[in-house]
């Protein structure tokens, strides 16, 4: 079974940058969307951002201007670059592939920022 491998992820400062990466194991046809999310502790799993097979994104508006979101189509690998991160953005992020027929999340990867 294809899993979703998350990585990048670690403690930063405020105004710092970090960069994640998720790739499958194996090879994934159909992929509709590939997307990042977060949840901090004690709240809701939330959308950071999402790339589709046209490259159109779409970010929360909590994150614009500081994260970008790409991915690589032979790798089948999403990424996302954090900059200029604040404590707030501190959480676990996950991956998520939209496929035609289901959905692929990574394990999760923390992300903490101090102030």
């Known amino acids: 079974q294809v899993q979703l491998v998350e990585s990048g992820g670690g403690l930063v400062q405020a105004g710092g940058s970090l960069r994640l990466s998720c790739t499958a194991s194996?090879?994934?046809?159909?992929?509709?969307?590939m997307g990042w999310y977060r949840q901090a502790p004690g709240k809701q799993r939330e959308l950071v951002a999402t790339?589709?097979?046209?490259?159109?994104?779409n970010y929360a508006d909590s994150v614009k201007g500081r994260f970008t979101i790409s991915r690589d189509t032979v790798k089948n690998a999403v990424y996302l670059q954090m900059n200029r991160l604040v404590p707030e953005d501190t959480a676990v992020y996950y991956c998520r592939f939209n496929l035609r027929l289901t959905v692929l999340w990574g394990q999760g990867t923390q992300v903490t920022v101090s102030s």
């Open positions: 194996g090879s994934i046809n159909n992929i509709n969307s």
């Open positions: 790339i589709t097979t046209f490259d159109y994104t």
